[in-house]
């Protein structure tokens, strides 16, 4: 591991401060732009704190508040006993861990999408055939209303009536996804500074809004249903928390189910400190005994984010968005300033499918085609899963203690097998666990996938090579 030397930039920096100027504030801009420019590249060690300190001539505590400040910004990385680390853009990082673009000859495990079928190419066939017939078409013509079109709105309501969560119209948006929507939520509750909770594994989306919108986002412990109660009473008692972000159905990456009796505490323990509550219920569909949302619980409290992309079609990029009545017109604000509004052909073929009984049909058949691949997964890898569900997209996988997740994704890769490995999923100083997420949605067949999967438990069986040390 390379570990960086104390820059003279940084001495610059902080000999160049006058009057009530903060040294640490510099300390941090210097250090900023060398990540930014590239002169620190991600994943490099920065110089221990006592050593900078010596180094320029300051105080310790100076130099702690500003690895605190950059760790806020997302722009390194404090672990316990091991240092503090560059980190990885979110848009660089991303790409390291999940390919971006297909390949042909890659069994593809790090995305997760559905499993696409060609009852998926004919639906989606009849319903573009169906609206070329049309001469009135207004979601081709119109820019309004921002919220969504009317009937698209009630067809929202309708669905999120099926997965439990009852919204009227009026409390409903149409989102470009369940990103969009969450981001929404998060735009209209939170600030620069202020403190938002998740998971301390939780959807790398959720990380990178942290550092574009400047609040600073801090893990709660985990055990196999999810967050623990204790813990999130624990940190809103002790600070002031302004939201909660969490996936309780499927958790991305380690697969928890939290059980109703957990979510109706979760949700009390929100009401009595006042915390706002976003639930991305994006999996919500695809478990055949739907839970209790949250959001159903507290909806004057709670935000509930959830689309067709990860039950329904990968490219039906139509979300739905429940929100607190009293804070609809703050919310279609940012989403007019953001994006103006979800592109409305695509939340027609949405409505039209949830009117016609198609997206119920595609949700029951994904079911089918997830459980034949998870029970793939319990036959050849059963006794590494650690999170798994015979109707989740992934299953999380734990890594034999003689190798470690990164070498474990780099051979696979070598073995053209993608896998994602556990850094896009945590947050903050979290114990980095020793896992790998594997995706069933792969674009290939069910021979190709199995061959892969036996492939990956032959390398957890087998010992890393002793001279890989990249």
Request: with cysteine.
């Amino acid at each position: 591991m390379v570990r960086v030397t104390v820059s003279s930039k940084w001495h610059d920096a902080v000999e160049a401060v006058h009057g009530a100027e903060s040294k640490y504030k510099r300390l941090v801009k210097a250090i900023a732009l060398d990540i930014e420019s590239g002169t620190l590249a991600s994943g490099v060690r920065l110089a221990p704190q006592r050593e900078v300190a010596a180094a320029l001539g300051i105080s310790v505590q100076t130099v702690t508040n500003a690895y605190k400040e950059l760790e806020r910004q997302g722009l390194i990385r404090c672990e316990v006993g091991r240092g503090s680390f560059v980190a990885a853009r979110v848009t660089e990082a991303m790409s390291n861990y999940i390919l971006d673009t297909a390949e042909r000859e890659i069994v593809d495990f790090s995305i997760a999408r559905i499993i696409h079928t060609p009852e998926h190419d004919a639906a989606w066939r009849e319903v573009c055939a169906t609206l070329a017939t049309l001469d009135d078409q207004p979601w081709i013509r119109s820019f309004r209303p921002i919220a969504g079109f009317e009937h698209h709105r009630q067809a929202g309501a309708a669905w999120l009536a099926s997965l439990n969560m009852p919204v009227e119209p009026e409390s409903l948006l149409i989102t470009n996804g369940a990103a969009q929507g969450i981001f929404l939520a998060l735009a209209s509750t939170v600030g620069p500074g202020d403190t938002v909770l998740c998971e301390s594994l939780t959807d790398h989306g959720v990380i990178g809004l942290a550092n574009v919108l400047g609040f600073t986002l801090k893990g709660l412990e985990l055990d196999e249903h999810g967050i623990r109660p204790e813990h999130f009473e624990e940190m809103c008692d002790s600070e002031r928390v302004s939201a909660l972000v969490c996936t309780p159905t499927f958790n991305n990456p380690t697969m928890s189910v939290m059980p109703d009796s957990r979510r109706r505490t979760i949700a009390r323990i929100a009401e009595r400190y006042g915390v706002y509550v976003i639930e991305d219920d994006v999996y919500g569909a695809l478990p055949a005994k739907t839970c209790t949302p949250i959001a159903s619980l507290i909806p004057e409290l709670a935000f509930y984010c959830t689309s067709m992309t990860k039950s329904v079609l990968t490219g039906l990029r139509t979300g739905y968005l429940a929100m607190p009545r009293r804070l609809a017109l703050r919310v279609e604000s940012v989403l007019r300033v953001s994006s103006w509004m979800a592109t409305s052909p695509i939340a027609e073929i949405a409505t039209r499918w949830i009117q016609d009984g198609t997206a119920r049909r595609l949700v029951e058949l994904q079911r089918e085609r997830l459980a034949a691949r998870q029970a793939m997964v319990r036959e050849t890898l059963g006794e590494y899963v650690l999170g798994a569900h015979p109707n989740a997209l992934s299953a999380w996988l734990r890594v034999p203690d003689y190798w470690q997740a990164e070498r474990v994704v780099r051979e696979l890769r070598n073995r053209q097998i993608a896998v994602t490995s556990p850094d896009p999923f945590i947050v903050g100083s979290t114990p980095r666990p020793n896992a790998v997420r594997i995706c069933l949605g792969a674009e290939a067949g069910d021979a190709a996938c199995r061959n892969a999967l036996k492939t990956i438990a032959g390398v957890f069986e087998q010992y890393p090579h002793v001279h890989d040390f990249s």
